[in-house]
């Protein structure tokens, strides 16, 4: 993957309390926390899953981050959210449709071209500190609509 936009490999690093990371390769033999630099020094949250993937076609890939909410505990903070490539080794959080309510308690943002449509469409499983378990999907309407649009019943996946 080359999340940040560079020939070098980067990284996303979550860790299970509230200061997830990003590291850029500088070089091949090193990396270096660059989270505040690619914009991303902000992200809050209990980090369960990342994904780097271009959801608008720009050739640039794309950042989601996959939290867990801790609101049915004591702190309010770590909703999942997509991040949008700026193309100058930055990202910045970016609405793109879906539901907060569908963003709650998120283990895992998997993306996969469901409708053979060319771009990659989002399946998300929620669970954990939520009230039960759910999958939700959303269709991928970047090029069209400038968002995703949940398809979960349309799709046959919700039972």
Same mark, same amino acid.
């Given at each position: 993957?080359?999340?940040?936009?560079?020939?070098?490999?980067?990284?996303?690093?979550?860790?299970?309390?509230?200061?997830?990371?990003?590291?850029?390769?500088?070089?091949?033999?090193?990396?270096?926390?660059?989270?505040?630099?690619?914009?991303?020094? #902000?992200?809050?949250?209990?980090?369960?899953?990342?994904? !780097?993937? *271009?959801?608008?076609? &720009? =050739?640039?890939? $794309? +950042?989601?981050?996959?939290?867990?909410?801790?609101?049915?505990?004591?702190?309010?903070?770590?909703?999942?959210?997509?991040?949008?490539?700026?193309?100058?080794?930055?990202?910045?959080?970016?609405?793109?449709?879906?539901?907060? #309510?569908?963003?709650?308690?998120?283990?895992?943002?998997? !993306?996969? *071209?469901?409708?053979? &449509? =060319?771009?990659? $469409? +989002?399946?998300?499983?929620?669970?954990?500190?939520?009230?039960?378990?759910?999958?939700?999907?959303?269709?991928?309407?970047?090029?069209?609509?400038?968002?995703?649009?949940?398809?979960?019943?349309?799709?046959?996946?919700?039972?």
């Amino acid at each position: 993957m080359y999340g940040i936009g560079t020939a070098l490999i980067s990284l996303a690093l979550l860790a299970t309390w509230p200061n997830d990371a990003t590291a850029q390769a500088p070089d091949k033999d090193q990396y270096v926390e660059s989270s505040d630099a690619a914009g991303l020094g #902000d992200v809050a949250g209990y980090g369960r899953g990342v994904a !780097f993937v *271009d959801i608008n076609s &720009d =050739g640039f890939d $794309d +950042l989601f981050v996959a939290d867990t909410d801790d609101r049915h505990r004591t702190n309010d903070f770590g909703v999942s959210q997509m991040y949008l490539n700026q193309q100058d080794g930055t990202f910045a959080a970016v609405d793109v449709g879906i539901s907060p #309510d569908d963003l709650i308690g998120t283990w895992v943002g998997s !993306f996969a *071209d469901y409708d053979r &449509d =060319g771009d990659p $469409d +989002l399946l998300i499983l929620n669970g954990g500190y939520t009230m039960a378990s759910s999958l939700v999907f959303y269709e991928n309407r970047m090029s069209t609509d400038n968002r995703f649009v949940n398809v979960t019943s349309a799709s046959g996946i919700d039972g």
